[in-house]
């Protein structure tokens, strides 16, 4: 926590970077709750929450969620590859601690807001949630002008784009640390990411909480994210990494298999908020080692094939996930995204042990 302060007041420059993916975030966490609960007051079933989060069954839904989907295959890999240069060398675990801080606190403050607009407003409370966040994606493209010039172009390769980016990828997939990197990532996605249909089965059906008892859950999560992110700020070395990326895995894995247990809402909330917690620890260390071993001229690579793999998973863990809620329930979903996750683990470990990975000397601690 003391470098995550020492980087705020030390560097002004990335504060607005922090401040837009706050209150977007915000935004975000308001209207995840309004979609999928909307969606499953409508419909009545699982599959609604995996209609919703892949858009699928209304042509203009559709072709909005393309274009949002673009918009977002753009700007994650862009942000990921930003943050090395708005911040000091020195400081690279903190800013990557900072900003999945910082985008975590608005998805725990949206989702607490929502249940409180829930209950306010009742039938209309979903479209209210909806427009404030329309309204805080215009106010984060306002604030990130503010960052315009900040990175200094590369130079041209003079290659084709579709040449120089096989070459970028074939670089990137070329190191065995990388390339588990990425397939852990993929997979923990893919497994783990089931709890997305799941969590709002295992609140309405299982534990009886309704809808505001779904956003104390996802609220739960949002805190063990924050915290998660937050123990990954401190600045360490090779071995320091590579421990507490499986650690942080280890412990997502755990907090999923707890979840299927919960008898009660309290216990699911303190399971939510391990599996956050881990989660938060895993990302964090994820993209550091990245940012590290990977040259900085291939990180908007090195991002691009992330998020690609990543959102492949997540299309099949909200595929598996409807269709596993909706024969066998939350708790046998969540259940076997735990399992799932320790495999993942598991294959993991016995890699990152036997291989170590390269620091780079410019991005390495103490430089």
Do not use: K
């Amino acid at each position: 926590m003391r470098n995550v302060l020492d980087l705020w007041r030390a560097e002004r420059r990335p504060r607005w970077f922090f401040a837009a993916h706050m209150q977007g975030a915000l935004g975000v966490g308001l209207g995840y709750v309004a979609l999928m609960v909307f969606a499953y007051e409508q419909i009545g079933s699982a599959w609604a929450a995996t209609a919703v989060l892949l858009a699928d069954g209304i042509v203009a839904m559709m072709a909005l969620a393309v274009v949002l989907g673009m918009g977002n295959a753009l700007f994650r890999p862009a942000t990921s590859a930003l943050l090395p240069a708005i911040v000091s060398p020195e400081r690279l675990t903190s800013a990557n601690a900072l900003y999945g801080a910082s985008r975590d606190a608005g998805h725990l403050l949206g989702p607490a807001l929502a249940a409180g607009i829930l209950l306010l407003t009742g039938p209309g409370g979903p479209e209210i949630l909806l427009a404030i966040n329309a309204a805080t994606f215009i106010v984060s493209a306002l604030l990130l002008t503010r960052l315009r010039g900040v990175a200094q172009p590369t130079e041209a390769s003079g290659e084709s784009l579709l040449s120089d980016t096989r070459a970028g990828i074939r670089a990137v997939l070329g190191d065995r640390i990388t390339r588990t990197l990425m397939c852990t990532s993929g997979a923990v996605v893919m497994v783990a990411g089931t709890m997305n249909v799941a969590e709002l089965v295992l609140a309405q059906r299982e534990l009886g909480a309704g809808s505001s008892g779904f956003a104390l859950l996802v609220c739960a999560y949002g805190c063990g994210l924050i915290g998660g992110s937050l123990l990954g700020a401190s600045e360490t070395d090779e071995d320091g990494l590579r421990r507490r990326y499986l650690l942080g895995l280890g412990v997502l894995g755990i907090g999923l298999v707890g979840s299927s247990l919960a008898p009660v809402l309290a216990a699911a909330m303190a399971t939510f908020a391990l599996s956050g917690l881990g989660n938060g620890l895993f990302v964090v260390s994820d993209r550091v080692l990245l940012q590290r071993i990977v040259p900085e001229r291939l990180h908007g690579r090195t991002f691009g094939l992330l998020d690609a793999v990543e959102s492949w998973g997540f299309g099949g863990a909200l595929l598996a996930g409807g269709a596993l809620a909706s024969a066998y329930g939350g708790r046998t979903t969540f259940a076997l995204a735990g399992v799932g996750t320790l495999l993942v683990w598991l294959l993991a470990a016995r890699v990152l042990r036997r291989t170590r990975p390269v620091l780079r000397p410019a991005l390495a601690v103490g430089a």
